[in-house]
T-cell receptor, first 117, second 110 residues
Framework: KAGVTQTPRYLIKTRGQQVTLSCSPI?????VSWYQQTPGQGLQFLFE???????NKGNFPGRFSGRQFSNSRSEMNVSTLELGDSALYLC????????????????FGPGTRLLVL | GQQLNQSPQSMFIQEGEDVSMNCTSS?????WLWYKQDPGEGPVLLIA?????ELTSNGRLTAQFGITRKDSFLNISASIPSDVGIYFC??????????FGKGTRLHILP
């Protein structure tokens, strides 16, 4: 069974640009969550989508947005990039959605490493 | 906002030693979770705790949900080389918001 795949794996952008990251969940998983990981702030929850609807959201500015398609694939978009957006962006898919159920059945992808210059 | 203080930040131990790490917060959580992250990979859930005072084991790993619901610890017994990595705690509140600690980096000396 294929795992969670994220594309691209590495990305370099400049300040002010926008970026779209893609995540393909494990087959049959309908919940996709996104996380940002930086050395300074650690791992932070961005948002979770289930059946094309955002069901939970972390404390990030509106420049961070996402969406989920009918095949459960998800994209995350960051507009007007800032230097501080440089991070590893992790996507995770889960079979069930809802707090502990998401975490219990969640599998992470390898991440997209974004560098903003 | 809610924060988790995870300690220690890093540990250097000999193979075979026991390891202990913990997370504390000024906030109450309904769920405590412990993850391990290997280089170049995403975190993997090790143990989930749902009740205050709960003690749960997963092989050589044991974790406890503190009585006050504001802390949790993870012990690893008889460490082996593959235990190397970063361990994260996470707390989840009743609104399903998850907060992560900054991680404990475990190094095992040859």
């Amino acid at each position: 069974k294929a795992g969670v795949t994220q594309t691209p794996r590495y990305l370099i952008k400049t300040r002010g640009q926008q970026v779209t990251l893609s995540c393909s969940p494990i087959s049959g998983h309908r919940s996709v969550s996104w996380y940002q990981q930086t050395p300074g702030q650690g791992l932070q929850f961005l948002f979770e989508y289930f059946s094309e609807t955002q069901r939970n959201k972390g404390n990030f500015p509106g420049r961070f947005s996402g969406r989920q398609f009918s095949n459960s694939r998800s994209e995350m978009n960051v507009s007007t990039l800032e230097l501080g957006d440089s991070a590893l962006y992790l996507c995770a898919s889960s079979l069930r959605a809802g707090g502990r159920y998401t975490q219990e059945t969640q599998y992470f992808g390898p991440g997209t490493r974004l560098l903003v210059l | 906002g809610q924060q988790l203080n995870q300690s220690p930040q890093s540990m250097f131990i000999q193979e075979g030693e026991d390891v202990s790490m913990n997370c504390t917060s000024s906030s109450i959580f309904n769920t405590w979770l412990w993850y391990k992250q290997d280089p170049g990979e995403g975190p993997v859930l090790l143990i989930a705790l749902y009740k205050a005072g709960e003690l749960t084991s997963n092989g050589r790993l044991t974790a406890q949900f503190g009585i006050t619901r504001k802390d949790s610890f993870l012990n690893i017994s008889a460490s082996i080389p593959s235990d190397v990595g970063i361990y994260f705690c996470a707390g989840m509140n009743r609104d399903d918001k998850i907060i992560f600690g900054k991680g404990t980096r475990l190094h095992i000396l040859p």
